[in-house]
């Protein structure tokens, strides 16, 4: 007696890629967010819209000017920070902190920039070192240690979704250098605290500043893969991509041009079986999906999460389903394999 995989179909479910009200919401104030900050102004980033507890005022580092950052100190606690990508820390000698934040997001000695400035400390000057930091010329010797500003440097690569990571994202994608000033809002009935709920709102109403959430950004990220491969099957071209979501690792086959396909077959396997079945099956084209750790065996033991990622706006799964310009999927779980003679 053999083992051999003969799947058979035993639930199936359309599931539309199209974007939701929340995901069309989130598009608006990332592109409201990027409009401002490409035009010189300033945004308010806050943790969640749902129920903010924090915000965060930031603008672009190389349009940091005098108005800037004196508005920032006036409803601040006066503590800015630039967000960098590591690299650029490195490339400017900015040494971290002694015990500095999380290893994603590090805070570096505070700088001042070495030509321009007076104290240091003040608006104008602290523009002019915002400013510096983000200039392609500038060098380790064109800032001075401590200062007034202090660097974070951004793993870019990490998939961290942090405020210096979201603010150095908003500002990249408004088409200006990678180097974002930002600074915490502080409360307008205690300042002695920060501002949260209605006081982040209406901050932005009253001074006109788009509000933009870290999980709009989150489900709007391009979704970090671990393997993105091409290559040729019996079938046709084949697109295999690796990735974590929902703290399992999944691996996804496109086979064939999904391109606009809409209730494109996708079908949950067994991990052990995917090139099997990706070599046995005639439909084309059609997508396989396994979880290569963690639920593994039955693809119904992995079936609910895999229709919860597919369904949920900020999950890697659906994004990298939609990048590929899949419309609609209709899920499809087979039962175990069976033995045959």
Do not use: K
């Not at 672009?60 to 800015?80: I, K, Q, Y």
């Not at 240091?120 to 510096?132: E, F, L, N, V």
Request: proline share 5%; aromatic share 4%.
């Amino acid at each position: 007696m053999t083992m051999m995989y003969e799947a058979e179909t035993l639930f199936a479910q359309t599931i539309s890629l199209a974007p939701s009200g929340p995901e069309r919401d989130a598009h608006r104030r990332v592109r409201a967010a990027t409009a401002a900050l490409a035009g010189g102004g300033a945004v308010l980033l806050c943790d969640d819209l749902g129920r903010p507890r924090r915000g965060e005022i930031v603008s672009a580092a190389e349009c940091a000017d005098e108005h800037t950052t004196a508005f920032m100190v006036r409803h601040t606690s006066g503590f800015l920070q630039v967000a960098l990508p590591a690299e650029r820390c490195t490339a400017l000698g900015l040494t971290a902190q002694c015990g500095a934040d999380s290893p994603a997001a590090q805070q570096r000695v505070s700088v001042d920039a070495a030509h321009g400035v007076g104290t240091g400390i003040s608006a104008a000057d602290r523009a002019t070192t915002a400013a510096a930091l983000a200039a392609t010329g500038s060098t380790i010797e064109s800032f001075t240690r401590p200062g007034h500003l202090v660097p974070v440097s951004v793993d870019t690569d990490s998939g961290g979704n942090g405020f210096a990571e979201a603010a150095l994202q908003l500002v990249t994608g408004s088409g200006h250098r990678p180097a974002a000033l930002f600074a915490t809002l502080i409360g307008t009935t205690d300042p002695a605290e920060l501002a949260a709920g209605s006081e982040l709102t209406d901050f932005a109403n009253s001074y006109n500043l788009p509000l933009v959430a870290l999980n709009d950004l989150t489900a709007l990220a391009e979704p970090g893969t671990v393997l993105d491969s091409e290559f040729e099957l019996p079938a046709g071209r084949a697109r295999m991509l690796v990735f974590d979501d929902a703290r399992v690792s999944w691996t996804c086959l496109l086979i064939g041009d999904v391109h606009g396909g809409a209730e494109v077959p996708l079908r949950a396997v067994p991990a052990e079986h995917l090139l099997l079945e990706a070599g046995a099956r005639s439909r084309f084209p059609h997508i396989l999906v396994a979880a290569t750790c963690g639920r593994t065996g039955d693809p119904r033991g992995h079936r609910n999460v895999l229709i919860d990622r597919i369904g949920t706006s900020s999950s890697a799964l659906r994004r990298i389903l939609r990048t590929a310009g899949v419309q609609s999927v209709r899920v499809e779980v087979d039962v175990l394999p069976r033995a045959t003679d």
